[in-house]
């Protein structure tokens, strides 16, 4: 199956990090021919910007349905290879990008702040600092309607448990029902993703800011 739409997206967003130097771990395009549906992987290396939040990664989903919506609602589409789905056409949803954003912390950074680690104290601390990173979550939010929440994995060694993995993650949608011609998409795609990068940055500055405060 062909996404040429959808390409040309991966490739605006492939030229948008290269020319902000990024530091791109994981750029990957995949493709699921059994359900129809394609989407992009991008891992983001962010120890070079913090301690506490080491890395980023995006998921971008997209199928054949939104694919032929899109190519029906925009001009110069009249070669693309999913004209001839009138079916799907007939029965117009409009069509958006779902996109995932996981942030991923460094859950040892507590142990700067807690004078014993026996006990529930480390999982104790991670909640706090959870907590306070909630509190100030509204900073996060752009223009963007969105869910998130927190995904955590706990572990336990001699001295008790701890948390083995702390993330945080975001669900987006962008619709694209005003969008005309391939320009427009890109136009809004490089908004959307300079956004993304901007959150990225606040996440940063809030777990900087809040991870002192687990000591009180």
């Not at 409009?94 to 942030?103: A, G, H, K, M, Q």
């Not at 955590?152 to 701890?162: A, P, R, T, V, Y």
Request: net charge negative.
């Amino acid at each position: 199956m062909k996404y040429p739409i959808f390409d040309s997206i991966v490739n605006q967003i492939e030229a948008i990090l290269e020319k902000k130097n990024i530091k791109v771990l994981r750029f990957k395009k995949w493709n699921e021919e059994i359900i129809n549906a394609t989407g992009l992987e991008i891992e983001i290396e962010l120890s070079d910007a913090s301690t506490r939040v080491t890395k980023a990664v995006i998921n971008m989903d997209w199928d054949r349905f939104r694919e032929a919506n899109l190519a029906a609602q925009l001009e110069g589409m009249e070669k693309h290879p999913l004209n001839n789905m009138k079916s799907e056409s007939e029965s117009y949803v409009t069509p958006s990008i779902d996109v995932e954003v996981i942030w991923h912390f460094e859950q040892e950074a507590i142990l700067d702040y807690i004078d014993n680690p026996v006990g529930n104290n480390r999982i104790n601390a991670a909640s706090k600092w959870m907590e306070e990173v909630n509190k100030h979550s509204y900073k996060i939010n752009l223009s963007d309607n969105l869910v998130t929440r927190w995904h955590i994995e706990i572990g336990g060694d001699l001295q008790g448990k701890f948390l083995s993995a702390m993330c945080l993650i975001s669900y987006m949608q962008y619709k694209l029902e005003n969008e005309k011609t391939l320009n427009d998409i890109h136009e809004l795609v490089g908004k959307k993703v300079q956004e993304i990068l901007m959150r990225t940055n606040r996440v940063i500055q809030i777990a900087d800011k809040t991870l002192p405060s687990i000591a009180a």
